[in-house]
């Protein structure tokens, strides 16, 4: 009669009950297997009461809405109850309010359910990487700490650490834009997870980025196969608006080993080996060595020092002249970075530049140089009046090159202060940046000689220029590479090289440079084989900014 009265109370109140009625505590214990939506129970039941009902509750951890329907119960029973978990209780006097009773506790039950729900997607959040669900660094490093301690407990355990980062991920992002890039990232996830074993983490780090932490390995055998596969994993090709991209992967490795004394040392030195790949090539492995560390803090610092180096004034410019090979005299300049190490004393640029393009420097780094290049060039034409005036050669990197807008903003704004004829700059760009970005170098191109500038093409012969690629740059000159030069004589290859470098310049009607000249005999040949210009230690080696206009001043003939 009462749950009859009680499922009446609730149908009043807008509710429709599918209920079940349980008068013992063996048929109570069936019932809570099911999914339910609250519990209305008197206080006292044969052999089983509310307070015995709230136990089983909390020894099963069930989070239901619990209403005790009673039609006594002293105040001291009820306070226990509520300390028990129950949501309410009522009076069977009063079963009108059942039904704001029962509604009150439903709703309290969601509010817990959004409350927990958002709770664990914080907790999830704080230790996943949010586009690919992996793993984030927090939780990886968790992981690697925890098989330090089984390392310490097991003799002869082993794990490996190995850091992988995409070869050029930048540009598919540049191709084909950002989501495009975030759908490839899922991908690359969903195929590393796929071919490790479900014990071993699979993490994003970052950006393109990521980590596997391989537990229980037998040898450093078994981390280079891992890595194998997956590289040949990632090279598949991923299909990108219907169309097929390639990528590669550069991985490095590190072997778990008794001096570790963090999980970070081990994904630091995993991060070291895995640089030292990119800097072997697009698609390589390494595996970390006690060297790499020193090397890697050895380049910490180089960087650390070049990114203080223009503060410090340590940049330096040195000039190398450019000789007319048919009235001997000096033409122009070759402007050359040095750097001034306060320590290492001067360092040479095949080390510095590299680093300085990629930490980001390279580009203000040529900025500087063109810009006091000019000014160096201002000067000596006005100490120096000659027909036609002394000119200045600047080499220009890769970055420099494709971002035509910054260069040609500093270009323009240097002449001007400058007050410099642009007809005596030649801006120097090797062959290789050329081939390697045809479209874009003929639009840069384009822009430059619209400004009168000149143009040489550097360290011409070691790339691969087309007869009718070169017809269509809007070039001046071409620089031959000192390598031919160097091994030129009276007779041989390398002579008949030459030879074809400048019979096809002059054909296109551009004028040579030699570089490397170092000898009488070289220069002899270069004038017979009529080239223009030459430039190397047979001249002057790259001198000081009071050197080169004391060499000026004596105006020297060859």
Same mark, same amino acid.
């Given at each position: ?22 008068d013992?505590?063996?048929d109570?214990?069936?019932?809570l ?10 206080y ?10 709230l136990e ?8 239901v ?25 009522l ?54 700490q925890?098989?330090?301690?089984q390392?310490?407990r ?32 899922i991908e ?6 796929q ?7 699979v993490?994003r ?10 537990d ?27 169309r097929?991209v390639l990528t ?33 090539g ?27 180096a223009?503060?410090?004034?340590e ?7 450019v000789?007319?090979?048919q009235?001997g ?6 402007? &050359?970075?040095?750097? $001034? ?6 360092? /040479?640029? =095949? %080390? !510095? #530049?590299?680093?300085?393009?990629? +930490? ?22 006005v100490?120096?009046p000659?027909t ?8 220009l ?20 202060e ?8 030649a ?19 384009a822009q ?8 040489s093409?550097?360290d011409f ?5 087309s ?10 000159? &071409?620089?031959?590479? $000192?390598?031919?030069?160097a091994?030129?004589? /009276?007779? =041989? %290859? !390398? #002579?008949?090289?030459?030879?074809? +470098?400048i019979?096809?310049?002059h ?6 440079i ?8 070289q220069?002899a ?6 080239c ?27």
């Open positions: 009669m009462d749950a009859e009265l009680m499922v009446h109370e609730l149908r009043r109140a807008g509710f429709d009950p599918q209920w079940q009625r349980v013992t505590e063996a109570f214990l069936a019932h297997d099911q999914k339910l939506d609250i519990i209305l129970a008197d006292s039941l044969p052999q089983f009461d509310a307070q015995r009902a089983h509750l909390n020894q099963r951890g069930l989070d809405p619990f209403i005790i329907v009673s039609g006594c119960i002293g105040e001291e029973r009820a306070v226990e109850c509520m300390k028990s978990g129950a949501t309410d209780y009076l069977k006097d009063r079963l009108t309010r059942l039904g704001q009773a029962v509604r009150k506790g439903l709703e309290e039950r969601l509010l817990r359910d959004d409350r927990q729900r958002v709770e664990e997607q914080l907790a999830h959040n704080a230790f996943h990487d949010t586009l690919t669900g992996l793993p984030n660094r927090a939780l990886f490093l968790d992981r690697a925890r098989c330090f301690h390392m310490e097991r003799g002869g355990y082993l794990f490996a650490v190995l850091s992988i980062d995409l070869d050029g991920f930048q540009t598919i992002n540049a191709s084909f834009g950002q989501p495009a890039g975030d759908k490839v990232l690359i996830a969903e195929r590393l997870v071919k490790v074993r479900s014990g071993d983490t993490a780090l970052g950006g393109d980025e990521f980590a596997l932490l391989l229980d390995v037998k040898d450093m055998r078994n981390a280079l196969r891992v890595a194998e596969r997956l590289q040949a994993e990632l090279a598949k090709p991923f299909l990108m608006d219907g097929e590669s992967a550069s991985v490095g490795i590190a072997a778990s080993t008794s001096t570790y004394k963090r999980s970070a040392d081990a994904l630091r030195d995993a991060g070291t080996a895995m640089a030292r790949a990119k800097r072997l697009p698609g390589q492995i390494a595996v970390f060595d006690i060297r790499m560390h020193t090397q890697a803090v050895t380049r910490l610092k180089l960087e650390t020092d070049l990114r203080r223009s503060d410090r004034q940049f330096l410019l040195y000039y190398q002249p000789v007319s090979l009235s005299r000096i033409a122009g300049f070759e402007a &050359l970075l040095r750097w $001034q190490h306060p320590e290492r004393g001067l360092i /040479s640029p =095949g %080390e !510095s #530049l590299p680093v300085a393009e990629e +930490i980001g420097l390279l580009i203000p780094i040529g900025q500087w140089v063109l810009q006091n290049a000019l000014r160096q060039l201002r000067t000596w034409q100490e120096f000659v036609p005036p002394l000119s200045m050669s600047v080499n990197s890769c970055k420099q090159f494709l971002q035509s807008g910054e260069l040609l903003t500093i270009v323009d704004e240097t002449l001007k400058t007050g410099l004829d642009p007809r005596s700059l801006l120097e760009v090797t062959e290789t940046v050329m081939m390697e970005n045809a479209e874009a170098a003929l639009a840069t191109l430059l000689k619209d400004r009168q500038l000149r143009i093409i550097d012969g070691t790339g691969y220029s007869l009718s690629y070169l017809q269509r740059l809007p070039i001046d000159n &071409l620089k031959i590479d $000192q390598s031919f030069v091994e030129m004589k /009276s007779a =041989g %290859e !390398s #002579l008949e090289i030459v030879r074809s +470098i019979t096809l310049a054909s296109l009607g551009k004028q040579v030699a570089e490397g000249v170092e000898t009488g005999e220069l040949l270069l004038r017979s084989l009529g223009e210009y030459g430039q190397g230690f047979f001249f002057s080696k790259p001198l000081e900014t009071e050197a080169a206009g004391k060499l000026i001043a004596d105006a020297r003939t060859w």
